[in-house]
């Protein structure tokens, strides 16, 4: 016998169905705000909002460049701190790919700036640690792209991308071999200016023509 009046069989259980009630669902912090990643957050001190506490790390990077600026033994930990400000403000997936070789460059090349005596690669000439310095641009190049790639905007912007690329380089050059790296640190350091004012007058507000109008930059994979 056909059931004329439901698509259902005969002799079958319904299938059950089911009713949203608001009163199952997750009520809403107080206040009605949520909580915004990268904003603030909550610890055992209270509500924070991290681009307010961000600052306070600003002694810290000049405690760091006052040490290595006066004791040449202290100058590679300058290579770590920019690895680190690296990788803290990269995306999940590009750390987890570029994290490793990164790190185990950026060691290599700490270790490679030991204070001694070096010869320039393709010549017989032998560079003193304060000619070294001096080309390599040790301290102030690996914190001056640390310090600017911790605190630029996530948001696009033709600026971190320029700085991002050359903290990559610069991390990348310990694995030449011998010390080719000098020559890959001297032309970051002598590109360093053309390269950041190509990127602030690309990211002002002007250069598209309207005033207060950012041009459209695709977003960067750091």
Request: proline letters at 10%; hydrophobic letters at 45%; glycine letters at 10%.
């Amino acid at each position: 016998m056909t059931n004329n009046y439901t698509n259902q069989p005969p002799n079958q259980p319904f299938e059950p169905f089911h009713v949203q009630s608001n009163l199952l669902q997750k009520p809403a912090p107080p206040g009605g705000a949520r909580k915004t990643p990268g904003n603030g957050g909550e610890t055992s001190l209270g509500n924070f909002d991290w681009n307010q506490a961000r600052w306070l790390v600003m002694p810290v990077f000049a405690v760091i460049y006052w040490a290595t600026d006066r004791d040449p033994l202290l100058r590679p930990m300058t290579i770590v701190v920019l690895l680190a400000c690296l990788l803290f403000r990269m995306e999940g997936r590009a750390r987890n790919i570029a994290g490793v070789p990164l790190t185990l460059a950026a060691i290599k090349l700490a270790y490679q700036m030991t204070p001694a005596a070096t010869i320039l690669p393709g010549t017989q000439i032998l560079l003193t640690e304060q000619t070294k310095a001096a080309m390599t641009g040790l301290p102030w190049v690996p914190m001056f792209l640390a310090i600017c790639i911790f605190y630029l905007p996530r948001t696009a912007n033709v600026t971190g991308t320029i700085l991002r690329a050359g903290a990559f380089a610069l991390l990348i050059a310990g694995l030449i071999p011998g010390e080719g790296y000098i020559v890959v640190l001297g032309m970051i350091q002598y590109t360093l200016f053309l390269g950041v004012l190509i990127g602030l007058i690309a990211d002002h507000p002007c250069s598209n023509g309207t005033p207060g109008v950012h041009p459209t930059v695709p977003a960067a994979q750091a």
